[in-house]
């Protein structure tokens, strides 16, 4: 079991850069696939980024290929998501979550969530 802690958000401009961490407390990080979702007011919560227990492999929503990066060091038991070129639209409330062994793209794959950090682009 894991419990994720996200940190970093803030309110930014468009165009701006940011990076969010989640450090997650418990047993057996590198055994988990790590995932950032996001959810806007009055939508569902979407699928961000996924990163595997094999750190290579990765994947992205489309909106935000090429702008955000997903990495992970399992020595400080840590995942971070590095966006960059923020847009008005990417404003949400970013959550971290863990799940079994590999990438996963829905909210009821994953198993431990944080509480999530809001990000706010200003336009």
């Known amino acids: 079991q894991v419990r994720p802690v996200e940190s970093g958000g803030g309110l930014v401009q468009a165009g701006d850069s940011m990076r969010l961490s989640c450090v997650a407390s418990?047993?057996?990080?590198?055994?988990?696939?790590m995932g950032w979702f996001r959810q806007a007011p009055g939508k569902e919560r979407e699928f961000v980024a996924a990163i595997g227990e094999i750190p290579r492999d990765t994947d992205y929503e489309d909106s935000v290929k090429g702008r955000f990066t997903i990495s992970r060091d399992n020595a400080k038991n840590a995942v971070y998501l590095q966006m960059s070129s923020l847009k008005p639209e990417d404003t949400a409330v970013y959550y971290c979550?863990?799940?079994?062994?590999?990438?996963?793209?829905?909210?009821?794959?994953?198993?431990?969530w944080g509480q999530g950090t809001e990000v706010t682009v200003s336009s």
């Open positions: 418990g047993h057996l990080f590198s055994t988990y696939a």
């Open positions: 979550a863990a799940g079994p062994r590999g990438i996963g793209y829905q909210p009821w794959e994953y198993n431990y």
